[in-house]
């Protein structure tokens, strides 16, 4: 599928009404304006790729609503080369607006089939992030640690695996609450062992899968 003029000015429209509901985090906003949303839903769903509201993809998941995407993101308090741990990586959209914004993506997935989707698209799109199919709750220790940490999927905990993978001074950002409604919420490493929480926004979100989420077996 192609990226038209059409395709941009409905992105222009987005940026706009971005803005209008709160974002100002201009990297966050230029990355949404840029990456091409229609590309990571399902192809039904393409016309309704620059509303602002969730959308079904594969293996019973959801592509996140815009202004969520935008809203986590800020939160990130994202700087250039960053290395970012996202938790479950989707269709791959998310992970898309964080290479746009100069980050370092590490980005795990639980479903193989998202996965591989999701891989591909990146490629196509020139994203060089490393994609890892596995349990998300874990984290990938592999890379650790990381600057900040991106979770989009609701938790009923914030695992400790994940907090240990911050660097100090680190910034984590998670849907924390039961299956029907989570509040952001993000933590800050201050040093070895001590934490900073705070609690933001009501959001809804799939339930995490793996060992720490909803759905260990799944």
Not at 186 to 197: A, G, M, P, S
Request: net charge neutral; glycine share 8%; proline share 5%.
């Amino acid at each position: 599928m192609l990226d038209t003029f059409k395709h941009k000015g409905l992105r222009d429209r987005l940026y706009r009404e971005l803005v209008q509901k709160g974002i100002t985090d201009e990297a966050v906003l230029e990355a949404i304006r840029t990456v091409p949303r229609h590309l990571f839903v399902e192809g039904v769903f393409a016309e309704e790729a620059y509303l602002d509201k969730a959308l079904p993809i594969a293996s019973g998941q959801t592509i996140s609503q815009p202004f969520t995407v935008a809203y986590q993101s800020q939160l990130l308090q994202l700087k250039p080369k960053m290395k970012v741990l996202e938790v479950g990586t989707g269709s791959g959209y998310q992970a898309a607006i964080l290479c746009k914004m100069g980050m370092r993506v590490f980005t795990v997935e639980f479903d193989r089939r998202l996965f591989l989707d999701a891989r591909h698209l990146l490629e196509e799109q020139g994203c060089e992030a490393k994609t890892h199919l596995g349990d998300g709750s874990l984290g990938w220790p592999t890379y650790q640690p990381y600057d900040r940490i991106l979770v989009t999927a609701a938790s009923p905990v914030i695992p400790d695996t994940l907090r240990q993978q911050l660097c100090i001074g680190g910034r984590m950002v998670i849907p924390l609450g039961n299956r029907d409604t989570q509040r952001m919420t993000t933590v800050t490493r201050i040093d070895k062992n001590e934490y900073r929480t705070e609690t933001l926004h009501e959001f809804k979100f799939v339930p995490l899968r793996g060992k720490y989420g909803f759905e260990e077996g799944a």
